[in-house]
């Protein structure tokens, strides 16, 4: 939503800039195209214009992203978006790409679908000189000015180690996984794997795949209750498994005592955050969404500073205590 | 004519007993494989029974409506979209309309009746194959979902400001197992039952799925049936939305994926002919319960996720060759 506002708002100005230039070339088709065209060499008083790539709006997470970096963009007056979503498509994003490198953005920012497909066309873009900074999952080798992505692993650490505090080191845990082979399920649990082996009084009874699905996390958890008769803590690799558990647990009349943790923490009405307020998660662990960082790197880029290869943004424990306040802030 | 006749029916019982066959060979399998607590199955816990049949409620329902289809000849694949965009209208008429649960789920029933009309309508007026027109509609609807919803899950909240306590009970229990998702489902198969066996209408669903041309000379009103099968079709997918949307107490627009699939495993899974004309409703309840039955067992006993689907993709063919075989 916010996106489209954006680029409206641009193409209005676009519109008028147009009428005073009277400039031939600038008649395309595209509207992204105008504005870029315009604004290419971004000097003093100009607008830069960043074009910026998501792989999937229809991912809340991601539109918890969009919705945080184009706030952060809207309080830089020199910074316009050009913006494109993939649908989770790999040939739509290079494509999307290959448009933000046609019309010369001033800089780009990617979170892309998948590593080795956006490699290539990523590389091509920096390579032309136009600074790349990429959001939550890199590409192959180092063609980019600055990764921004948080630590799976040390989130599952921090899940872990706070399931030991609320467990006083002893129990029965079920583990509920995301989907097999994606890099957020296999860190998410070798983290808290490691947290939780350093305490021999916890078991881990069932790690069921659910994944990231809330109608699968109940079905699982459901089959994981019946099958242990004594659960004390169900860890989900995200809120949504999470809240199927609950949801399974409550349905059993086996919510009582039994602690349930996931991660991501969105604050939205959907999200993690509001399930810990209504007391439904005992605890969600932030997955940082790199917007705000996207635009503070970006500002910094255009205005010929160094920028940091690698950016970590922490994570945040969001338990009943600070979630009404978390979700206020955002 | 007659003896052709006499023959149909004769297998149409056969593949049914062997779809039967199939579920207590599962059956079976289950209660062998089931992992024991205090000497007891715990597949065999009346609870876990009622968890299958909540579990496979959903699903069911959508194969209960795809029987109709299939059986005229056609194929819905819009149904797991259609479920998406139900259960996204009911949380936010709920939610952000302020409406009672019995208007929700009038306005969502209608809209899934209409989301059936139109897709009849492409079929039999415009002369496109259902595998397109449904297809397209899986887009289209799933689209609607987005739309209605603003892009991402709608939370059910109950109480002040809330939805209705009333509309709960659609994911709820009756007493300490019986699950109203169940209920609903099992009334769903015996109202099409009745349907298929009892009425012209049924006679003429087979007949158009048999013989399309012949019906068509025999007087059948064709595109009246098609109109009658994708508006069940539909209609049901609305139906498993809502319950969706009270079980997870959530629309989520991005709900439902590959729904369609599953469905029409089940309804294969029961012995209903994927070129149409030949299968029952009971089949197709079978079908649901074999699948259930199968995702239930390998939960139980912690199967590695990678084996459970290698698993599962055998079971499924293993059931059909059971039912087809003789």
Redesign the interface.
Known sequence: MKANLTTKDGQARQNSRRAFLGNLSLALPASLLLTSACNRGGGQGDKFVIGFSQANKAEPWRTWMDDTLMKEAGKQPKIEIAYADAQQDNSKQVADVENFLRQRVDLLIISPNEAKPLTGIVKRVYESGIPVIILDRSIEGDSYTTFIGANNREIGRAAGEYAAQLLGGKGSVVEIKGLPGSTPAIDRSAGFREAVAAHSGIKIVADPVADWLRDKGREQAEAALRANEKIDLVYGHNDPMAMGAYLAATAMNRAEGLKIIGIDGLPGTEGGAKAVLDGKLDATFLYPNCGKEAIETAVKILNKERAPKTITPPTARITKENAAQFIKSE | MTLLGERRIGRVKLSQLQAFLGLIVVFILACVFS?V?RGEL?FL?P??LT?ILR?VSEKGIIAVGMTFVILAGGIDLSVGSVLAFAASLSAVMLMRGGYGTPETLLAVLAAGLLIGAVNALVITKGRIQSFIVTLAMMSGARGLA?LVS??????I?YGAGGAPQSFSVLG??LGQFVPVPALIFLATVAIAWVGLNKTRFGRYVHAVGSNETASRLSGVGVDWVKFGVFSICSLLAALAGII?CA????G????GVAYELDAIAAVVIGGTSLSGGTGTVVGTLVGTLIIGII??IL????VD??V?LLLKGIIIIGAVLLQRRG
């Open positions: 992992p607590r715990i816990d609870g876990n968890d579990q987005r603003g892009g991402s899950g709608v939370e909240g709820g229990k969706h079980q997870l107490e959530q989520n627009p991005n709900d995702n239930n939960g139980l006993n912690n996720a990678n459970q």
